[in-house]
């Protein structure tokens, strides 16, 4: 499995905008489908955004759809999560995930094989 570290969080106020980084070693980065989930404080995980192996395949949540970007750099394998337009309800724990070899991207968390340890994004209003 590739290990994952997640990187970017903070605390930031309603309207700005945040880069959240995941670093992957361990395994061939470019093999992997990414993604990444939320959970806030007492709620269950949700999916936010994935990103096939090279990128030909992408989804967003209706949630974060406009004003999320996700990309890959199979170089420097790591995948990042651009947010804009931040709100108080984007407050969450935000985890990277990585589907096994040549896996499918999808919605479910049960499809992807590998987590980070999260990092916290906090958005004041």
């Known amino acids: 499995q590739v290990q994952l570290v997640e990187s970017g969080g903070g605390l930031v106020q309603a309207g700005d905008s945040l880069r959240l980084a995941c670093a992957a070693s361990g395994g061939t980065f470019s093999r992997h489908g990414m993604a990444w989930f939320r959970q806030p404080l007492g709620r269950e995980r949700e999916f936010v955004a994935a990103?096939?192996?090279?990128?030909?395949?992408?989804d967003y949540s209706d949630s974060v759809k406009g004003r999320a970007t996700i990309s890959r750099d199979n170089a420097k394998n790591t995948v990042y999560l651009q947010m804009n337009s931040l709100k108080p309800e984007d407050t969450a724990v935000y985890y990277c995930?990585?589907?096994?070899?040549?896996?499918?991207?999808?919605?479910?968390?049960?499809?992807?094989?590998?987590w980070g340890q999260g990092t916290q994004v906090t958005v004041s209003s």
């Open positions: 995930a990585a589907t096994g070899i040549y896996g499918t991207v999808s919605r479910r968390a049960t499809d992807f094989g590998s």
């Open positions: 990103i096939s192996q090279f990128g030909s395949n992408i």
